[in-house]
């Protein structure tokens, strides 16, 4: 890297600091390449600080009363219990903290050079980094861009009004309110839910479709409505929020057109979690200046190596397009990277798990039972409930089930894992799925007794009529 009368001349310089970028700037390293990292707020991005770690710390604080139930349940007593949020709050902080601290203390080993700005393009090979301090043009072989998006602001629900707040402001709330009003009842929309819901809110979620959490198939979503009922004051699907007004005292109202009749709902906040965009955090990139094409959607057009239709630039993470989840981003972020440093590299399968963090936990991979239907007359499905599970029951955690699809051949499709530690069950079948497993490997594949992941071969028993566990 030189710096020659102000000027950096760098190999590959990364727009963006979250998953996506300081892994494409990490592995950019690690393969030789000199690199700077252009960031704005703070490395980790949205996922560590505004989005996933929060959002999961938080929801974990969130179970305790259903632990305390638990343990309860089970025979052990416990005295009063009384939450704390702001020392909730700060222990969350923290673990944002330590993770933020871990990734630059990973930059500094490498040699990366972290820039503190926003990143404008002047042409394909020179980036402009503007920050308090001035601008500092910077020359590079390659670029990433990964920068990222933020909530969709809706018409007569903008931030700016007093009460309504993003998915990223809820997390920041230093005290539980009484009542949340949600719109959109997406990840983002059950996720709220599932915590402030827990932590004694009373929560009503408002969908403009007719079920909540629409990529998910509907076997999957009745399991988690059910659940959710049971701790929410209601979920109300084709109910479209159209608008926002105050009341007396100032409390936000959303304005809902619920079936056709309208709909009043106060809360201290509403919440809008009506998706993502990414056009807003690329306002000030200037890739007019390059050769970049951006679709009607408002993604960067890249192909399997992330390569964007600019030689010199890539693209990655949620710039890039759906799925805006931070595991897509990290495999991009290597990809990109591994390119620019002249290596063969390219996105391998279409296999990328979904995990979304409800009570109980969903976790999706590859093809479900519907989608393999379109393709094949008989395909093979086992589904286990995970009631049928030694691990599952000794843990008290009976809800939920495991469902994989085949094909007849017994080529492994897809699995659903619904209930506790789906999140990391699904890490198995994942890996089937990659290496072309068959229901047989499945079978075959020895599980260490009890635990969550058995009941993966348990389902694949059941798919060819052989379960021990379910009858
Ligand atoms: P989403 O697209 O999943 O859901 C938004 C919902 O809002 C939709 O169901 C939509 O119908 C509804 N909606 C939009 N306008 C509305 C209106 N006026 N009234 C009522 N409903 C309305 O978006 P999200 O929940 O904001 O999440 C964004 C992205 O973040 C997701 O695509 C997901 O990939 C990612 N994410 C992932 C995780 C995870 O992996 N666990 C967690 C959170 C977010």
């Known amino acids: 890297m030189s710096n020659a009368g102000g000027t950096l001349t760098t190999d590959l310089v990364v727009v963006g600091a979250g998953p996506g970028g300081y892994t494409a700037a990490l592995r950019g390293a690690q393969r030789g390449l000199d690199v ?16 996933c770690i929060p959002a999961k710390s938080l929801i974990h604080a969130a179970g305790f009363q259903k632990d305390i139930q638990h343990w309860n349940d089970i025979g052990i007593e416990t005295g009063e219990v009384s939450v704390d949020f702001e020392a909730v709050q700060a222990w969350k902080n923290d673990v944002v903290e330590r993770l933020t601290d871990h ?24 980036v402009v980094v503007e920050s308090e301090r001035g601008k500092r043009p910077v020359e590079f072989d390659h670029a990433v861009v990964a920068t990222g998006s933020q909530p969709v602001e809706l018409p007569g629900l903008g931030f700016d009004q007093d009460g309504v707040i ?16 949600v719109v959109g009842g997406g990840y983002i929309g059950m996720e709220a839910v599932t915590k402030f819901a827990k932590f004694g ?49 100032g409390r936000p109202v959303l304005l809902v057109d619920h079936d056709g009749t309208e709909r009043r709902f106060s809360a201290d906040y509403v919440v809008v979690a009506a998706g993502r965009d990414t056009t807003a955090a690329r306002e000030r990139l200037d890739l007019e200046n390059t050769d970049v094409e951006v679709t009607e959607r408002g993604y960067i057009v890249t192909d399997d190596q992330l390569r964007t239709t ?32 002249g290596d063969d590299a390219a996105l391998g399968t279409d296999y990328l ?37 030694g ?11 495991v469902k994989v699809v085949a094909a007849p051949d017994g080529t492994l499709l897809g699995a659903q894992v619904v209930g506790a530690r789906a999140s990391d069950t699904i890490a198995e079948a994942t890996l089937a799925l990659e290496l072309d497993a068959t229901i ?9 007794h009890p635990t969550f992941p058995e009941a993966l071969a348990d389902a694949a028993d059941d798919a060819v009529g052989e379960s021990i566990h379910s009858h």
């Open 36 to 51: 700077a990292l252009v960031e704005r707020e703070t490395v980790g991005g949205v996922c560590i600080n505004h989005g």
């Open 103 to 126: 990734i630059r203390a990973g930059l500094d080993d490498h040699d990366v050079c972290l820039l503190d700005g926003t990143a404008r393009f002047l042409d394909s090979s020179t």
């Open 166 to 181: 993003s998915s990223r402001d809820v997390l920041q709330l230093d005290a539980v309110p009484d009542e949340l009003v």
């Open 201 to 249: 809110a009373s929560v009503r979620v408002v969908e403009a479709r007719d079920r909540v959490l629409g990529a998910f198939e509907e076997e999957i979503v009745d399991a988690i409505q059910e659940t959710s009922e049971m701790y929410t004051d209601g979920i109300y699907t084709n109910a479209l929020a159209t608008g926002l007004e105050h009341d007396d005292e």
């Open 310 to 341: 600019d030689d010199t630039i890539f693209a990655v993470g949620d710039a890039a397009g759906e799925p805006f989840l931070a595991h897509a981003a990290y495999r991009e972020g290597k990809v990109a990277a591994a390119v620019a440093a």
């Open 353 to 389: 798990p979904s995990v979304m963090y409800t009570d109980p936990e969903v976790a999706v991979v590859g093809r479900s039972e519907s989608e393999a239907r379109e393709t094949y007359d008989d395909p093979l499905v086992g589904r286990v409930p995970m009631a049928t599970s």
């Open 391 to 401: 691990r599952a029951l000794s843990a008290n955690k009976p809800a939920g089930y």
């Open 440 to 448: 047989d490997d499945l079978r075959g594949t020895a599980h260490a």
